[in-house]
């Protein structure tokens, strides 16, 4: 788990970047859009970013909490699935949910993580 906490900080500080002002080539790069108030980006950048921090501290901590985990997990696979819906109604290029990719992955990840510790758990009695 720690590996992952520290994979998907890296993943959301460097993919926040993509929401700042004038950073129109890396929303391009992932297929994201580029309309609409800057606000709304700015704000989505910037959850982006906490997170990514959030992970970081889980990962150099090495004691993940579940709740977090839960939330975090369901949060990126969300995510992938609002790419993918959007990308089926042909609102987005395929390449924004390529994009989506890792938060795909480790959304999963977590939720092997949680199923499997939730089953150590019940086994031992804990």
Request: proline residues 3%.
């Amino acid at each position: 788990m720690r590996v992952a906490m520290l994979g998907t900080a890296v993943m959301n500080v460097l993919g926040s970047l993509a929401f700042l002002p004038g950073a129109e080539w890396l929303r391009d790069l992932g297929g994201l859009p580029n309309d609409g108030h800057p606000l709304y980006r700015a704000a989505l950048g910037t959850f982006i970013f906490i997170l990514g921090i959030a992970y970081l501290w889980i990962g150099l901590r090495g004691v993940a909490d579940r709740v977090f985990v839960s939330v975090t997990g369901a949060g990126k696979l969300a995510f992938f699935g609002l790419l993918g819906g959007y990308w089926a109604a042909g609102m987005l290029p395929a390449k924004a949910l390529m994009a989506g990719a890792g938060d795909f992955i480790f959304g999963t990840l977590f939720v092997i993580w949680l199923y499997t510790t939730r089953r150590s758990s019940t086994e031992t009695g804990q």
